[in-house]
């Protein structure tokens, strides 16, 4: 029988790997989709505005999952945490109403218009509604990411009272790990939206189908992908230089860095054991974690053992290494998948500027592959953020074994897990078959505007 | 100015009123709409109006929810973690409903096919039936006391939610909406559909009517609500305003009829919230280990900051909601059918 602390932790994994496979998708195509307004106001030009609406239903798909699935975000550190929230309230409470408040509202309100406005507003206004949802989106990912960072960098707070309490909110924001953060998702949002774009695109074209419109959103898509793929690697390794310093532990999992060592090597592959602490069967290349996480091929990074001393040292006795073989096995996943996808998207553009994409059908089908890979470096992504800062969940000042709430038990849990499972089974099935009906349909589909396709509807109910 | 950054708990309490104030008032004609749907809408065509009626509002409402939830965190965390680790399986079906009727807005016209209409039509229904009655038994507990211990742990399960007083809440929860989303359907759709929710607005409201004059006597027996004058005053201006809501639809003043029972659940929220203060959550074991303004509120620096976030904010966020409806105020037309 799992005791009631694991199974919050497999429900807020599930819950919130689940709601993150949406929300990266939504991140990039509310931009994407605004600057084809743009495109569209400026050259009037009808294929823009034929594009935006196309991609403007796909991402409506994606958004409904990102909203239903975010509302249990929103209250389940209450409903599973309440000693975190208890200890955290002060300064993790702020964040989460300014996501509601300035981002929640703005994203919502006018997406209600953007979908009911194309004949009800005029272009200019209804790309100022595009707009204003794309920065509704980031805008939303910004203040839960100031909300994260102080889970795994806290600043500004200071104890008292028996909790933490927020001293500067200025420092919040502030927090080198937001930005840190921030950049490598803002970033990750558009490479992932053009990705998609792309290889959805790269679906149509290998059937011929609106060869045009294809070839044109496909060049979106690329050079989405190619300008978000540069810039996501830049802020993640800026971002992992500085993780190595706040959270040297999480780096040293990552690469399963068993021992200090100078200089240290990177380790392609190897068979990781736990219980020896050690690696087996390693690839290694040396020097290279040296440069990558401290910037010098010379310098000193900290092994996972001489952490852990450190850290008893520090916090008491106890054992602060996170679960090594999940996080260096996701790191790579995540990493290789965001390669993968950008050699692809550089060799797909190149294709497209010599005309040879559209006649290639077996290279459109790898484009068309990358979409896998697109949710799977997410969900990957996300889980070294969150599992390489265990067994914390608030970094050196609460545990997660004493963060969760003391009165709901593992028959509750039980509960709400398999209920949100089935519901969130049932709901992707859903979502699936109307992304692919919505797909298959492609730019020419059926809008429902036709009020004669509205009254041969309802004789359904004849 | 002054006045309100000295009494920044008060403030919280009054800002939190207002948001759930206006989750209930918007959200309540959007679950009532879901649950007349599958009753009064005969048709594919009556259905579809209903639904697109709400279609540009209804997630931007339920924003207001989230943003309830959100603002009560961040100004008394203690409640929000009693609140919501105490009433788990109880705001688990509001969840679990919520996610069903999101889908089922954005799902159930994408197929012309019956099964898949009928199927997503009735999980509109339970979407919306659900909630509205498990927020007003929530409601119901907080103010007649719930086994909350010394460290502001809920104790019981989620059979100590229900008691005669707390379904009572829920029920009239779910006949407030019910009505107020006649209302609303009947301003905003044209045809048999527009004149149907009126004439069910007019019989639904006689049976509110009654629900309402037992909450009211129920309140008096079962919790010390109105030993707050304001409370009192509160509950019977909500009825009064009901009363001529009724009377509006009655004489076809439609409009007025929906602005009159706006403003009855305006006034149901004040009437709890008033009843509560100073405290949030009363606990039926000791009346000292009730969550108050003063044990369950954020520091003064937060409350502070996130002052300073509201009164820039909430205007911002209400002049562009009132844009929007404002926008998409015509009646539905068969033209601008999205959903």
């Known amino acids: ?64 999952m990102g909203v239903v699935t975010g509302l249990v975000q929103e209250f389940q550190f209450g409903m599973n945490w309440s000693e975190y929230s208890r200890f955290m309230g002060d300064i993790f409470g702020a964040p989460l109403a300014l996501e509601a408040l300035t981002a929640f509202f703005l994203e919502s309100t006018f997406m209600g218009a953007w979908i009911f406005g194309w004949d009800k507003l005029s272009a200019k206004a209804h790309m100022v509604v595009a707009i204003l949802v794309a920065i509704g989106s980031n805008l939303s990912a910004f203040w839960i990411l100031v909300a994260n960072s102080f889970m795994q960098h806290p600043v500004g707070f200071a104890l008292q009272n028996g909790r933490a309490e927020m001293v500067s909110f200025g420092d919040l924001v502030s927090n080198g790990y937001v930005v840190g953060q921030y950049a490598h998702i803002f970033t990750d949002g558009l490479m992932i939206a053009g990705i998609i774009i792309a290889s959805v695109s790269a679906y149509y074209l290998i059937r011929e189908k609106a060869v045009d419109f294809y070839r044109r959103s496909a060049k979106w898509g690329l050079t989405f992908a190619i300008i978000g793929g540069i810039l996501v690697m830049g802020a993640g390794h800026i971002h992992g230089q500085y993780v190595t310093e706040v959270q040297p532990m999480k780096t040293a999992a990552f690469e399963a860095l068993w021992e200090t060592q100078q200089p240290a090597p990177f380790t392609v592959v190897a068979n990781i054991n736990e219980e020896t602490q050690s690696n087996s069967a390693a690839l290694n290349i040396p020097d290279v974690l040296s440069l990558v996480a401290a910037g010098n091929s010379d310098a000193k990074v900290l092994g996972i053992k001489d952490i852990q001393k450190m850290d008893v040292q520090k916090y008491g006795p106890g054992n602060y290494i996170p679960n090594v073989t999940a996080l260096f096995w996701s790191f790579r996943v995540m990493v290789g998948s965001g390669i993968l996808m950008f050699i692809v998207a550089l060799i797909s553009y190149w294709k ?11 290279w459109l089908k790898v484009l068309f592959w990358m979409l896998p890979f697109a949710y799977l470096a997410n969900a990957t992504g996300w889980f070294v953020a969150e599992g390489g800062r265990q067994p914390w969940i608030v970094y050196g000042l609460q545990k997660t074994a004493v963060a969760n709430s003391p009165y709901v038990t593992a028959g509750d849990i039980w509960t709400t897990i398999i209920g949100f499972s089935l519901i969130y089974i049932l709901a992707a099935i859903a979502a699936f078959y109307l992304a692919i009906r919505c797909i298959k349909n492609g730019p020419q589909g059926n809008d429902s505007h036709d009020v004669a396709a509205v009254e041969e509807e309802a004789k359904l109910w004849k | 100015m002054e006045v309100i950054f000295n009494h920044l708990d008060v403030v919280w309490f009054v800002i939190v009123c207002v948001l759930f104030a206006g989750f209930f008032m918007l959200e309540g004609f959007d679950y009532g ?13 009556e259905r579809r109006q209903m639904i697109n009626s709400v279609g540009p509002v209804w997630d931007g409402n339920q924003v207001w929810m989230i943003t309830a939830g959100g603002a009560t965190f961040a100004s008394f965390p203690n409640v929000y973690a009693t609140l919501f680790s ?30 898949w209409r009928s199927l997503f039509d009735w999980l509109l229904f339970v979407g919306s039936l659900v909630p509205a009655l498990v927020w007003g038994v929530a409601v119901g507990n907080m103010i007649q006391g719930t086994p909350i211990d010394a460290q502001q742990n809920f104790v019981g399960n989620l059979f100590t939610l229900f008691s005669p ?11 407030v909406f019910i009505y107020h989303g006649a209302m609303y359907t009947s301003i905003k759709t044209v045809g048999a559909i527009a004149e149907r929710a009126r004439a069910t607005a007019l019989v639904e409201g006689v049976i509110t009517a009654i629900g309402a004059l ?15 004058g304001l409370s009192l005053a509160a509950f019977i201006i909500a009825i009064v305003c009901f009363i001529i809501s009724w009377i509006c639809a009655r004489v ?4 007025w009829g929906f602005i009159f029972s706006c403003a009855t659940v305006i006034f149901v929220t004040i009437a709890y919230f008033a009843g509560l203060f100073p405290r949030i959550m009363v606990s039926s074991l000791n009346p000292a280990w009730s969550l108050t303004i003063t044990n369950a509120s954020s520091s003064p620096y937060t409350l502070h ?21 404002w926008r998409f105020r015509e009646r539905i037309s068969l033209e601008h059918l999205h959903y």
């Not at chain 1, 994407?32 to 307004?37: D, G, H, S, T, W």
């Not at chain 1, 497209?352 to 077996?362: H, M």
């Not at chain 2, 709409?33 to 065509?45: A, E, S, T």
């Not at chain 2, 688990?92 to 799902?107: D, K, N, Q, V």
């Open chain 2, 165 to 175: 007083y707390t379904l009572l809440c829920g029920l009239a929860f779910v006949l």
């Open chain 1, 352 to 362: 497209l500027r010599r005309n040879t994409l559209v006649q290639s059908k077996g």
């Open chain 2, 252 to 255: 076809r003043h439609t409009g």
């Open chain 2, 305 to 325: 900051l996130m002052t300073i976030v509201a009164l820039i904010f909430v205007p911002i966020v209400l002049l562009y909601q009132i844009w929007n409806y």
């Open chain 1, 1 to 64: 029988m799992m005791d009631a602390l694991i199974l919050a932790r497999w429900q807020f994994g599930l819950t919130t790997i689940y709601h993150w496979l949406f929300v990266p998708v939504t991140l990039g195509l509310t931009i994407a989709i605004a600057c084809m307004e743009i495109a569209y106001v400026s050259t009037k030009n009808e294929s823009y505005k034929k594009m935006a609406q196309f991609w403007g239903k796909l991402f409506l798909i994606n958004f409904a």
């Open chain 2, 33 to 45: 709409v879901g649950m007349l749907l599958p009753f009064i809408g005969k048709n594919d065509i």
């Open chain 2, 214 to 228: 037992i909450l009211l006597a129920a309140s008096f027996v079962c919790t010390d609500m109105f030993n707050n």
């Open chain 2, 86 to 115: 105490g009433f788990y399986l109880a705001l688990f079906l509001i969840l679990a409903a919520l996610i069903m009727r999101g889908i089922s807005f954005e799902f159930r016209s994408k197929s012309a096919n019956r099964t």
